[in-house]
Nanobody, 129 residues
Framework: QVQLVESGGGLVQVGGSLRLSCAAS????????MGWFRQAPGKEREFVAA????????YYADSVKGRFTISRDNANNTVYLQMNSLKFEDTAVYYC??????????????????????WGQGTQVTVSS
């Protein structure tokens, strides 16, 4: 498995921006597809964004498309989530996740919790007025 540590969460006003980071260690980072999920109080964990091992392919939930950008730096074993134009409904705990090599065998797999075998502890994002 991969050890993942998220950072960058916090309190931000509606319309503001945050950048989340996820530092990875353990299994070779560049072999892993990476994803971001989030969970709001009383709701199930949901897919936010994902990126292929090379960074060449990215995937987004419809609710964040055009506002969030996922990227990765394989040299520094880090994946990022740039969040712009934040809305109240973006308030949640955000989790970074890693998928072992071969697990994300097709596009649909990137959206599934079961594709990922390593999870971070989460970072809180709160959007307020």
């Amino acid at each position: 498995q991969v050890q993942l540590v998220e950072s960058g969460g916090g309190l931000v006003q509606v319309g503001g921006s945050l950048r989340l980071s996820c530092a990875a260690s353990g299994r070779t980072f560049s072999n892993n597809a990476m994803g971001w999920f989030r969970q709001a109080p009383g709701k199930e964990r949901e897919f936010v964004a994902a990126i292929s091992w090379s960074g060449g392919r990215t995937y987004y939930a419809d609710s964040v498309k055009g506002r969030f950008t996922i990227s990765r730096d394989n040299a520094n074993n880090t994946v990022y989530l740039q969040m712009n134009s934040l809305k109240f409904e973006d308030t949640a705990v955000y989790y970074c996740a890693a998928a072992p090599f071969g697990s994300a065998a097709n596009s649909a797999r990137y959206y599934l919790h079961s594709t990922y075998d390593s999870w971070g502890q989460g970072t809180q994002v709160t959007v307020s007025s």
